[in-house]
């Protein structure tokens, strides 16, 4: 039976990855739990389940007494004597269950036990591997869609992970059976299980795009120093180079915008403006409202973090983008709050 029983379990920890010794571990406290309750009364109970030498033990331990007033816990010498040759009074002797005895208790505690444990076991394989990828971004295939609450089931290495509505790509649609790309925002330990905050909206997908899809980004001579991003529309990223010699927007972009197209294919065709970053704050935000050009900035004195910019006056709606988008992404992207004015005056001024 003995061998029978740990070749199951290394068959488990082939197929399912989890560890001879904690199901080893689980299933000795398990049977130690039933035989007290099939054994009432008893309080202290040997379990040793050894996989390396492939022992199973069990047995319940009594104090050797002069006179039994609890025979659940306590032992005469006399009968202690044939389990022990050296016991003597105070002693605590292990009297072993047969295998008749506990051999029904241990079958139907091992498969509870073994269950349980290889659903204890998964939950927390997969939130190490989770959190191990937090931050990252992750392949999935589409499983199929809830049309009341517009998520969308996903497969990730064989695990169920949920996107939510507000977690996709406004105008998007994933359909069953195609393989999609998301960003592992957080990862968090539940009663239920791991669970897994993913998005196709965070600033960090379209970041870690460039980074796969960038040498000079993964190997870190160009990095990128902030991402602004309202998903299905428009994403400002600011890069800058190590390298004088290396033209770190020209390298996001790519051949004939080679790079920058494979990304934006995956975004759904969302917009992408690469910008260089400065450490000079006027010359980041002149960048950061690309495409207008920007005729001056004027960053205010008191360290405020706000400036006023001038544009060409038919440049004005393109600085400002429809709906302020342009404007706001830039001032995301820099963290200045941007006065935009037309170059031939001040709106709202008097003469």
């Known amino acids: ?59 319940i331990r009594k104090l050797v007494v002069e006179e039994v007033e609890d025979p659940a816990n306590q032992i005469l010498l006399d009968k202690a004597i044939k389990y022990n040759k050296k016991a003597q009074l105070g002693d605590m002797v292990d009297i072993p ?139 400002k990223l600011a890069v800058w180079s190590k390298d004088s010699d290396i033209d770190a927007v020209g390298a996001c972009i790519g051949s004939r915008g080679a790079r920058v197209a494979k990304i934006v294919d995956e975004l759904g065709g969302e917009k992408i403006d690469v910008v260089q970053y400065s450490e000079d704050p006027a010359e980041f935000i002149a960048a950061a409202l690309s495409p207008a050009k920007v005729v001056s900035v004027e960053v205010d004195p008191e360290g405020a973090k706000a400036c006023k910019v001038k544009v060409p006056d038919e440049q004005l709606s393109l600085a400002i983008g429809n709906k302020g988008q342009n404007a706001r992404l830039a001032a995301r992207l820099t963290g200045w709050k941007i006065d935009i004015k037309p170059e031939s005056g001040f709106w709202g001024e008097e003469e």
Do not use: W
């Open 1 to 59: 039976m003995n061998a029978e029983f740990f070749e199951a379990l290394a068959l488990l920890e082939q197929e399912k990855g989890i560890s001879v010794e904690y199901l080893c571990e689980k299933i000795e406290n398990a049977i130690a739990i039933a035989i007290r309750r099939d054994y009432v009364g008893v309080e202290d109970v040997k379990v040793i389940i050894d996989p390396e030498t492939k022992a199973f033990e069990v047995a």
């Open 97 to 235: 269950l047969e295998t008749k005895e506990f051999g029904r208790i241990a079958a139907q505690t091992a498969k509870h036990v073994i269950k349980q444990g290889i659903r204890e076991a998964e939950r927390g394989q997969v939130l190490k591997e989770f959190q191990s990828r937090e931050h990252e971004i992750l392949t999935a295939t589409v499983m199929n869609n809830d049309p009341v609450r517009g998520s969308v089931t996903l497969e990730i290495d064989h695990n169920e992970a949920f996107l939510l509505k507000s977690e996709q790509i406004p105008g998007e649609v994933l359909v069953p059976g195609e393989k999609t790309k998301v960003y592992v925002v957080e990862v968090t330990a539940s009663e239920r299980g791991p669970k897994v905050m993913i998005s196709r909206t965070h600033p960090g997908l379209v970041k870690r795009l460039f980074e796969i899809e960038v040498p000079e980004i993964y190997e870190g001579t160009v990095e990128i120093k902030a991402v602004s991003r309202e998903a299905g529309s428009r994403t």
